[in-house]
């Protein structure tokens, strides 16, 4: 009864968070791709995409992924032999297990006319596949908590799931293990199924049979046991018990462990263990059907999906509502496995800037949380932004996701509507956008150009003498400050050398570029050598000069006094950079 | 001759034919590639914003190389540049070195020597040398005019690069004769192409761009001969982008060097990715002597 109730709850809570998931799916807005497009019609594009897809040429290209792809787990196996036997190992078994053993009413009792939990080959199967599952589990618990591999993060929702999963075989071999042993399950089957009750003279022969071959705990009858009395008992047992009975041995891990509780086995009997065990066996099954949709395991139906759906979707030709669709599908494909994250370029980085949101596997999970919540904190969105923008576009992310997530899509779409608030992001100003300047076609030429005016904005208006190009700078003392700044090692402090030729300037083609390069450019590199010379920070810093700077080094070769120009100017970029970050951070905004 | 390849982030995702070309070239002349699947980031694209970060990111690499003791060719000259350039600093400053070497060790690695960091055109001309790649050239270009494109951060800074006279270099002209084509001499030259302002000034970049092919075609080149993926890219994908927007049509078509000493080599114009150009670069071929 309650074993029926809970099933059922379970299954409903699980097909109502699915539902709600589906509808997610539909409705969830992510970045600038999915803006104006309502449900109704991405409900009504996924529909046609699907049913246009099935009867097309396309659905070929579908059965190799999903052979491929999701059965054979072809993307693990290319980046990661043991993250592949792992995944393999407790998908695959996990699989076989709920085919024959959770679903055995519907499924194999149905294929195998005589089947019976305790006959071979079920008896033994199930015991292998539980093992197979425990190496998994044990493998994942290897990698994530001994080996540690860079950079890989686990959280509680990696947790829950090997939890849970240990949770289950475990409860279920030490479930087997009692019910091997039980003195009074014995009692009620031999009722049940042989009319004998206890006390009877049959009785005594069938159980010293069943304690000499069975491993049951008689309170009792021990051995040594007549060999007329076992004899007997054979007979009992042939006649009753073998047809679903096969030697509790072939349980090859239930059975031993049955063996050592045999001091303890009557004691446990008594206290009800197996019932106990059973209820915590089934329960952790059911609140993981349950909790489904919420956890990590979701990935069982949405990395399917996800992957079939990018076989046959591109940016250019597929419809923009199922796009849309897709992408918030997406973020509930990600298993967190870290396969990204493992092959992220920019990977390293996280170790010097401290965010971890520049790590893929990362910054997906906070996608998700901030698409969730609809609305999130000015400073975690910073933190994103900078975590899409602190990447090189290298496309390994998405050429490895086993769930065959579109990451580098996602993390366009993204950006692009992220760097539209009203907060600067400095690496615009760096050689990262150049990927986003050979995509600028595709984005308004208002939005493509707000980002990069608003960093370069937002340094200049910490810099108040270039706003004031008329007031007097007071020479005496040149501040040290900047100089003592300036120490990353590229001998930057070679500008005190510079008597002010011009030779950079004049060697500098960005400078040439321009009739009126004063205007344009602001200070001039000889200028700005003499300024970082003098100490006159805000000069340094508030040039546009910094951010037209092509690092093409031609002013740091022709300098006359070894003046490390180009280098100078990257450190003060830094430098500013950093100033302007850390005066935005503190005023909030 | 072996030697660890480092591709960096922008061959794979949007220049595969600079990579199957290099393959097919230095195959056909006996280099030995080791691909080392940790390798990243080379760093460049970081410098402007964090110095240490990018420093970080070259160590990173250069410890992989370190660690299977083999020196590294680098494809693009922004990849070349960043590494040599962390490479000189990393041996100067040992502070830094300390630092960096303190992170590195989480995931096993450490820089310790360093290792050679080469970059293609420096492995062609002196690894293998002029007489081993002219064995290998069966068919010679006629009648063609090549403007070689040095790249910025190859040649400067020069103390650091230690790739060819500054001024006035010749190892690109000589290894574009080798393949028979004619190696013409052109003002900008060693300028900048104008890629480190892509996506952050587009106006000046392209300006730039433009300034430089017309520089080339004005001093009688058929095409432009290039040998970094941020050159290339610029005087192929961004040139595609400035005659789209604007009404020049003044094309010269870029060549990665690889793909026109394959081609003098008699490997095929499939092989070495000529189709995956931008700007339609097959005619080329009709300059090949029989």
Redo the contacts between chains.
Sequence with gaps: MFYSISLYISIAIFICGLIYKIATWLSRKIGVDSKDIPTSKRLSSALKGIIVTIFSAKILTLIKIFVLDVLLQRKVLNEDTFRWLTHILIYGAFMLLLLMHALDTFITSAVFSNYSATLNPFLFLRDLFGALVIIGICMAIYRRFILKP?RLHTNSMDTFAIVLIAIIMISGIILEGTKIGSYSLYKDMVTDYAGIEEGEEEFKALTAFWVHKFGTISPDIKAPFEAALLEEGKELHEMSCSGCHSQPQWAFIGYPFARTLKGAALGLDKAGVHTLLFYIHFLACFIGLAYLPFSKFLHIITSPLSLLANSIMDKKESDPANIATRQALELDACTHCGACTAR??????V???GNVNILPSEKIQSIKGAVAKGKTDESERRRILEGTY?C?????CTDVCPSGINLEDLWFNVREDMLKADYPE?????????????M??GIPADDYNRP?IQAKEAIASTCELMKAPDKAVTLTPASKELQDSLL???QADTFSACFGCQTCTNAC??VA?YENPKEVLGMLPHQIMYAAGLGIKDLAFGSKML??C?????C??QCPQGV?V?DVL??L??LA?KNTASNVESSGG | MKYALFLGCTIPARLTQYESSSRAILGNLGVELIDIKEFACCGYPLRNIDFKASILASARNIALAEKENLPMLILCKCGFGTLKHADHILKEDPSLRNEINATLKKEGLEYNKGVEIRHLLSVLYHDVGSEAIKEKVTRPFKDLRIATHYGCHALRPSEITQFDDPVNPTLFDNLVTLTGAESIYWEKRIDCCGAPLTGVNDDLSMDLTEKKLANAKQSGADFLCDACSYCHIQFDTVQGMITHTTSNNNLLPAILYPQLLGLSMGIDGRTLGLAENTIDITSIERRLSE
Excluded at chain 1, 392 to 396: A, D, K, S
Excluded at chain 1, 550 to 554: G, I, N
Aim: glycine content about 4%.
């Design positions: 860079p992220c370029s920019v990977g390293v980085i170790e010097e800037r602190i090189t576009n290298c496309h390994r400095f690496s615009v100003l760096s050689p990262l956008s150049f990927y986003r300047g050979l600028r076609e990069l990353l090692s590229d083609p960005v570029a951010w037209d092509l690092t093409c080094y031609q740091q070769e490390h180009t990257y450190e970029k830094n950079i």
